[in-house]
């Protein structure tokens, strides 16, 4: 059985808890925060994010570049 890329577990650089498929995240692409999804990030033919976050995860980070 092929195992799509929406199955893999996608964790949380804050928290370390998985992030759910379209559960609302910020993705840190080339030093540049991107509100998006789990499904936009696993999704062939992008560029990968250095790190991921739950939105509300990222929101609280004190040390974080807006």
Known sequence: MRQDS???KLRCAHCGDVIG???SIVALVDGEAH??????VTAGGRRP????YHAGCYASLDE???
Do not use: F, G, L, M
């Open 64 to 66: 974080r570049a807006v």
């Open 21 to 23: 498929t379209y559960e």
């Open 6 to 8: 929406s199955d893999q």
């Open 35 to 40: 509100e998006t999804s789990k499904a936009v």
């Open 49 to 52: 994010p250095s790190a991921c």
